[in-house]
């Protein structure tokens, strides 16, 4: 006779068969292939949440903040990995899914693949646009130099600026450029130069090293910081064939951190060479200069008018006098014929004016209102009016009147 059967709770049973997940070595370090789907970022929490599948099968995957934090790439819907982690139930829900320790991109180095992302992120975003960049000071007076103490780079930097422009003053900030805490101190030293304004412009660098060395320059934080300065910054990380995402932020890349402080500063030398050329230049001018006017001078010394001004006065004075005269005589022509045309219409308006006409014998009536009287009916018998004549005036009375009748 059997026994009465075990009868277990929903959370005894997930409970069970989770015991069984977690005590199988196979499961607690597994390595898994395939391609990510269903991805969520949980921006609160920090959290990852995915499903990995490949052409057959898929399984829920998550990977909490504090492994997520590591990752130097972000994960992607499509995107083919290599995880590592366990698989274990998530008792709430009697799911078993792979908690993600690790993941690496497959086929791709999971820097490699950070590297490009942010690229094309901040590329998005204008800040390697050409016009965004701020020129170099031709003249700075102070240099600053973020690199390590400890380097190659801070001594050739500071070796060729001595050389090159030993006018201007460097002003050096240590930090380190390699490892965890570099990025950090790294874009304090920008926000410092920045607040203090101590610098005209700044080179930023390091020497060559692998793209884990170099990884500081590639980071997010860095990047926004070289684009935020105020101060021109001149990139130098690497050798020649090395390229960072600051490179392409910054106002300037130069192939390494000599090449650097020789963009970031003129040479003295030739400045000196300039300087010497040009007043050199410039005084052969001057020379050729007093030269054509020494000869203006000597020409003017020695003309006729310099020698012997009264004979030009005089010149002056005979052509003065032919001016006069010949300006008189235009006068003289000019009255004559003016006179002459007003003679004639004077004689014509005399033969028009009615003076002309009394003379010979005519005269005018004016009635006691001085309107000429050109009709009998406008005046009476007894009534006074005035005839005017060539030689003066009537006063007259009307005795009698007669009207003309045709």
Same mark, same amino acid.
């Given at each position: ?100 320790? %690790?993941?690496?991109? %497959?086929?791709?180095? *999971? ?41 190659a780079a801070v001594h050739d930097i500071t070796t060729i600026l001595g050389r ?46 692998? +793209?884990?060395? +170099? ?26 064939? %090395? ?49 054509? +006017? ?50 004639? *219409? ?61």
């Open positions: 006779m059997t026994g009465s059967p075990v009868i277990l709770s929903i959370t005894q049973l997930n409970t069970y068969i989770k015991s069984k997940f977690d005590g199988d070595e196979n499961l607690t370090n597994t390595f898994v292939c395939g391609e990510i789907s269903n991805f969520t970022n949980h921006y609160k929490s920090g959290h990852l949440y995915l499903s990995l599948k490949d052409d057959k099968c898929l399984i829920k995957a998550v990977m909490f903040a504090q492994s997520a934090r590591r990752l130097r790439f972000m994960p992607q819907d499509g995107m083919k990995i290599i995880a590592r982690g366990r698989v274990s139930v998530y008792e709430a829900t009697g799911q078993y899914q792979l908690y993600i320790e %690790d993941m690496q991109p %497959d086929g791709l180095g *999971a820097l490699n693949l950070a590297f490009e992302q942010l690229k094309v992120k901040l590329e998005a975003e204008g800040l390697f646009a050409g016009e965004r960049k701020k020129p170099l000071p031709k003249f700075p007076k102070r240099i600053g130099v973020i690199t390590s103490p400890t380097g090159r422009y030993p006018l201007a003053e460097v002003v050096f900030c240590p930090v380190l450029v390699q490892g965890n805490g570099a990025a950090p101190q790294i874009v304090d030293a920008l926000e410092r130069f920045n607040r203090l304004n101590c610098a005209d412009v700044l080179i930023l660098g390091r020497g060559g090293g692998s +793209l884990e060395d +170099l990884w500081p320059f590639n980071e997010e934080s860095v990047a926004r910081a070289v684009a935020a300065s105020g101060i021109p910054v001149i990139s130098a990380v690497g050798h020649e064939t %090395d390229f960072t995402i600051c490179d392409f932020v910054a106002d300037l890349r130069a192939p390494t951190p000599s090449a650097a402080a020789e963009l970031a500063v003129p040479d003295s030398a030739e400045l000196k060479y300039t300087v010497s050329y040009d007043a050199s230049l410039l005084k052969q001018y001057i020379n050729i200069t007093l030269t054509d +006017l020494k000869q203006q001078i000597n020409r003017l010394t020695t003309s006729y008018s310099f020698r012997k001004p009264q004979d030009l006065i005089e010149l002056q004075r005979i052509k003065t006098d032919q001016l006069s005269a010949k300006l008189a005589s235009c006068v003289r022509q000019r009255v004559a014929g003016a006179k002459a045309e007003f003679v004639s *219409a004077t004689g014509r308006l005399n033969a028009l004016s009615p003076l002309a006409t009394l003379s010979r014998g005519y005269s005018v009536t004016y009635d006691k209102n001085d309107h000429i009287i050109s009709e009998v009916s406008k005046v009476r018998v007894g009534e006074q009016i005035t005839v005017l004549l060539d030689s003066g005036r009537l006063g007259c009375v009307i005795n009698s009147m007669e009207e003309k009748h045709e």
